[in-house]
């Protein structure tokens, strides 16, 4: 082997360790982050905990949920919904049962296949076309429900995609919706509220009750 063919094989070798170090230090890879969230008592808080720590902590919509952390709900009707911290297009929803506290583990949890959503990629100078005259759901707060034009009811999750004449409902005080529109901006609306998905797009100012903390 020539000497330059040397160097050539160790750059490629450098190269190669230098990319998989890359990838190892990103703080995102085996992350989860929370998009969603309900809780419905002050005690039934969703919470983490990561494997070198002894306590729980209250998890917040927007949280990146370690990858060594494993996640509890131990009230029957609470939930939550996470993405992978690097593939915000698949989301996993973790709920609480009648039967006992639900715990798992991150790295269990990315095992899963979970439901795949289809995001919006719309710029100013780029419209979404998939959501024209439509909202999507990128985060939320508490329990929002949706109502069709047709009349039907559902709760909202992440990725859901609102139609212009249906009705967002949400019930408890400080809790939030965030709304993107087809040019990929964002609306964050605090509750408790009720408003059409047309009021978001026509930018008309809505009422938002807020609890300020003293």
């Known amino acids: 082997m020539t000497r330059s063919t040397k160097v050539a094989c160790a750059a490629i070798v450098l190269a190669f360790f230098s990319l998989a170090g890359a990838y190892a230090a990103d703080p995102k890879a085996g992350t989860l982050t929370c998009v969603g969230l309900y809780s419905e008592t002050d005690g039934g808080y969703v919470s983490w905990k990561a494997a070198d720590k002894t306590a729980w902590a209250a998890v917040k919509v927007g949280d990146v949920i370690p990858a060594n952390a494993e996640i509890r709900v131990f009230v029957e009707r609470d939930w939550i919904e996470v993405v992978p911290s690097d593939k ?3 989301v996993f929803e973790l709920t609480g049962s009648a039967s006992g506290t639900v715990t798992k583990k991150v790295a269990d949890i990315l095992k899963e296949k979970g ?3 289809e995001l919006s990629k ?3 100078a780029k419209l979404d076309s998939k959501l024209k005259d439509k909202l999507q759901v ?3 707060l ?3 429900i949706f109502m069709s034009s047709g009349g039907d009811a559902r709760d909202i999750k992440y990725g859901d995609v609102l139609e212009l004449k249906g009705k ?3 019930i408890a005080i400080n809790n939030t919706i965030d709304l ?3 040019a990929g901006a964002v609306t964050t609306v605090v509750g408790p509220l009720s408003f059409t998905v047309e009021q978001v797009l026509t930018n008309k100012s ?3 009750f807020l609890n300020v903390q003293k």
Request: glycine content about 8%; overall charge positive; proline content about 8%.
């Open 180 to 182: 993107m529109n087809a």
């Open 88 to 90: 915000p297009n698949v």
């Open 206 to 208: 809505l009422y938002k």
């Open 138 to 140: 990128t985060r939320y």
């Open 122 to 124: 719309g710029t100013p």
């Open 142 to 144: 508490g329990r929002q």
């Open 168 to 170: 967002v409902k949400i």
């Open 115 to 117: 439901r795949t959503v």
